[in-house]
């Protein structure tokens, strides 16, 4: 698996770079986006780490260069407490964020997730769930949930990619048909319901994130995300 890494900062770009190497991934950095494009044209890549603070052409703008006509996970490095940028990653379709400052093993730990669930190498699995999809029904530590339709709804969409953040609009869109229809509170009142829901079942476990100004995610099992134990310490 090979790792583009465009960071303007060399500090954090050693450690992230000494951090994914260590893992066993091989890994490229540039400086600038004009370089990563220019890297990019000869050499294909598993995966992009893009800093959003660069001093050309920007994350984002990068991003979109770099997926034309190809298919590239991306995640993006955004500043601390800039939660604008983090919705703008993943609304532009960022694979998922990593805020600064970061802990390098976070970072491995969320490049290994994304590969993990765009290349099926095992069906990404949230602790105590089991979806039949045909049947429209879900349960949880082998418990049915009675579940209303917006809540079975986004469940099955946040279950279909654990460990990812879906944001409201995602949700909305997803689950409601159109974002547009419904208040900006509707998501946040099923998932309340659903949680409580789910505490019935499991009063010590709250697999459901909240990512704040961002979206929910469910939390994926510690030792499906990573079989190897790299993120335990
Ligand atoms: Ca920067």
Redo the contacts with the bound molecule.
């Keep these: 698996m090979h790792i583009l890494l465009v960071e303007?900062?060399p500090a954090i770009a050693d450690i992230v770079l000494h951090a994914l190497r260590a893992e066993g991934f091989e890994a490229s950095h540039c400086l600038t986006g004009r370089d990563a494009l220019a890297l990019a044209r000869s050499q294909a890549f598993d995966l992009a780490v893009l800093?959003v603070?660069?001093p050309d052409i920007g994350g984002f703008a990068l991003c979109r260069e770099l997926r034309r006509g190809r298919d590239l996970p991306v995640i993006f490095l955004t500043a601390h407490n800039a939660e604008a940028e983090r919705i703008l990653g993943l609304e532009i379709g960022g694979d998922d964020y990593v805020t600064k400052p970061f802990s390098p093993r976070e970072l491995v730990a969320r490049v290994r997730v994304v590969l993990r669930r765009l290349h099926h190498e095992a069906p990404a699995a949230a602790s105590g769930f089991a979806h039949d999809v045909e049947g429209k029904r879900i349960t949880f530590r082998r418990q049915l949930l009675d579940l209303t339709r917006y809540e079975y709804g986004l469940l099955a969409a946040l279950l279909q990619r654990p460990g990812a953040v879906l944001s409201r609009v995602q949700l909305m869109d997803r689950v409601w048909g159109n974002a547009l229809d419904s208040g900006d509170r509707t998501v946040d009142t099923h998932i309340k319901t659903l949680r409580a829901k789910l505490r019935e079942v499991a009063p010590d476990l709250d697999p459901i994130r909240t990512h704040r100004g961002l979206g929910y995610s469910l939390e994926m099992d510690p030792r499906e995300a990573d079989p190897r134990g790299a993120t335990r310490e």
């Design positions: 303007d900062e800093d603070g660069l």
